[in-house]
């Protein structure tokens, strides 16, 4: 299909209809788009000659780059960040963030444990180089540090194969399943929603002014998924209510600094209509400006019983999420996060190919839907 066919595709019934905060539309509105600021990013891969060159041929020139060296005791390694910078310039690509080493794996394999375990002064030292790697994404002109505030990891109980798409296998998660499984806590014990917001404080109340000074946004990305209440001993921040934890977050300071790696398949698995729910979501967080990076992620389903699937089957209109941003004014990256897999030692490049060119057919879409 040529490509001016493509957007009279995805535009279809647009012109002269304005997106509600549910989805819906009302005909007989003459409000105009704005202009599309956002554009595709990506945050696998590293600056290897490699994934810089399969990432460039692929038209994505705007990066999260990982994260530098670090050094035992100090933080990161500016030379080395300032190589990979040099590496991604070379091809014509923005080194835009950085993953700041508190990660989704969970606290049992936590790089940076103590902070989320609320633990002094053991504490006090990993945010002395939490501190360190801030100046020197500063100093390296990266202006975004992704992060999580989490203790269980990334959850799921299997996997489910579609056989509509090639045998597929979709990463899923179905809450009764997981409490057969019997999982044990954690080391962190029982953990209340309010302490878990302490120690996040606790955390940003100290980061938060070197990120001032340095420019850098810290985006944190929410608990994946959202779950019940004391489920193996955690309450996480966002949950059992998703969007009144992001509220909750969102309020914590009112700092152009605080933010969110703002990832829409996380918050759909929170819902039980994500289709409607999520839009007026993105609304309340975009107007905020709150909304650092994207992971465009889709599943089926919902709250405690969903599949992470393609951008394009699952139960969100990719096209309405994608103009819900453009009208809140996001300027940062649109990535892919978690993709299907199947049965193919090039699996994982295959899946990442069809969504970076799903996200680029989308941002023209929205695009050519501003008047000039």
């Known amino acids: ?15 002269g209809v304005t997106a509600l905060g549910t989805g819906q539309v009302k005909a007989g509105t003459a409000a105009e788009p704005k202009k599309v600021l956002m554009k595709v990013g990506c945050q696998s891969g590293g600056t290897s000659i490699e994934n810089l060159e399969f990432k460039a041929r692929h038209g994505v020139f705007n990066l999260d780059g990982g994260a530098p060296k670090t050094l035992p005791g100090k933080g990161w390694d500016l030379d080395d960040s300032l190589r990979k910078r040099e590496a991604c310039e070379k091809y014509g690509i923005s080194l835009d963030a ?51 505030t989490t203790i269980l990891p990334v959850l799921r109980t299997g996997k489910t194969t579609d056989p509509k798409r090639g045998n597929a296998h979709y990463s899923t998660w179905n809450y009764a399943e997981a409490l ?17 917001f302490e120690r996040i404080t606790y955390l940003l109340d100290r980061c938060l002014p070197v990120a001032k000074e340095y420019k850098v946004k810290l985006a944190n990305h929410i608990a994946d998924p959202p779950t019940p209440v004391g489920y193996r001993g955690i309450t996480r921040w966002n949950s059992p209510d998703v969007f009144a934890g992001i509220k909750r977050f969102a309020q914590l300071y009112d700092s152009e600094y ?35 990076n994207i992971h465009l992620r889709n599943i089926k389903g919902g709250w405690n019983n969903f599949q992470e699937v393609y951008p394009d089957n699952g139960d969100m209109n990719f096209l309405h999420v994608v103009r819900a941003l453009r009208d809140v004014g996001f300027s940062g990256m649109v990535m892919p996060d978690h993709v299907p897999h199947h049965n193919d030692p090039a699996a994982t490049s295959q899946a990442f190919s069809f969504s970076y060119g799903y996200i680029i057919g989308l941002l023209q879409a929205v695009s050519d839907e501003v008047k000039s």
């Open 1 to 15: 299909m040529k490509r001016d066919n493509f957007i009279k595709v995805l535009t279809a019934g647009s012109v």
């Open 98 to 148: 950085y993953h700041w080493p508190l990660a989704s794996s969970g606290i049992d394999k936590a790089e940076y444990p103590n902070v989320m375990l609320g633990k002094s002064p053991e504490r006090d030292r990993e945010i002395e180089q939490l501190q360190q790697m801030i100046m020197v994404a500063g100093k390296t002109g990266v202006h975004l540090l992704n992060y999580n």
């Open 180 to 196: 057969k499984q019997n999982h044990p806590k954690t080391i962190a014990g029982d953990v209340s929603i309010d302490m878990m």
């Open 258 to 292: 605080h933010g969110f790696n703002f990832c829409i398949g996380s918050i759909a698995e929170g819902l039980k209509d994500p289709k409607n729910e999520i839009i007026p979501i993105i609304k309340w967080v975009g107007e905020r400006k709150q909304i650092f």
